[in-house]
């Protein structure tokens, strides 16, 4: 079976905020062993969530806000939303349709 992979929580976040800003030499792999984490995720969290206009900062609260706005902005995009796309849509595949069977092989030898 796949592997199962959870979001970060508050307090992971604040973990990684602790050792690697507060508690200074740790390194990521050391923040990861201590969650039990893939050292990518630290990376990968630090460097999305990094504040440059801070003095290149991670800050857990923000990355968490962040993390949860965007969680609750996420839509999924319905395919041909409106009557009048989807029947564009099938109109044009059904030209293409048409087009395919009536181009045999032997028209196609044809040059």
Known sequence: M??????????????????????????????????NRSHSTISREIKRHLRTSFGDMYYCQVAHDEYKWNL?????????????????????????YRIYIGFSFHDSMNF
């Open 72 to 96: 609750s902005n996420k839509k999924r995009k319905e395919a041909l939303k409106s009557n009048e796309t989807r029947d564009y849509v099938e109109e044009k595949c059904q030209l293409q």
């Open 2 to 35: 796949g592997q199962e992979y959870n979001h970060l929580s508050l307090y992971e976040r604040q973990v990684i905020y602790r050792m690697h800003h507060l508690q200074l030499g740790n390194s990521i792999r050391k923040i990861a062993q201590f969650l």
